[in-house]
């Protein structure tokens, strides 16, 4: 069984940085595509950013455009963890933050196409 466990949410400031990671446990689990998606409080979940693998150690990422000036997605040395380096946080950053993954070539931005999920980190960004 595969757990996806998400990690660095918290409260801060705006203006502020974050950095998320998530992790994948349990059986081998070599995700093609890792990425992150967020809800806030009374909108549907949108999606963030993510990566697709490309071949060897290199990968494929995208950050939304609204988001990309800010945001940043990593992948680690391990192939099973992805990063999301959030930096000159908003109000409207407010949110749940769902880490994603596939084993297969999926459309990033497609929520339905990740079949696992984590349960997802609070971050809360203060005035």
């Known amino acids: 069984q595969v757990q996806l466990v998400e990690s660095g949410g918290g409260l801060v400031q705006a203006g502020g940085s974050l950095r998320l990671s998530c992790a994948a446990s349990?059986?081998?689990?070599?995700?093609?595509?890792m990425g992150w998606f967020r809800q806030a409080p009374g909108k549907e979940r949108e999606f963030v950013a993510s990566?697709?693998?490309?071949?060897?150690?290199?990968?494929?990422?995208y950050v939304a455009d609204s988001m990309k000036d800010r945001f940043t997605i990593s992948r680690g040395n391990n192939q099973n963890m992805v990063s999301l380096q959030m930096n000159s946080l908003k109000l409207e950053d407010t949110a749940v933050y769902y880490c994603a993954a596939a084993l297969t070539a999926v459309a990033l931005t497609r929520e339905r196409e990740y079949p696992y999920w984590g349960q997802g980190t609070q971050v809360t960004v203060s005035s």
């Open positions: 349990g059986r081998t689990f070599n995700p093609y595509v």
């Open positions: 990566t697709r693998w490309s071949g060897g150690n290199i990968y494929y990422a």
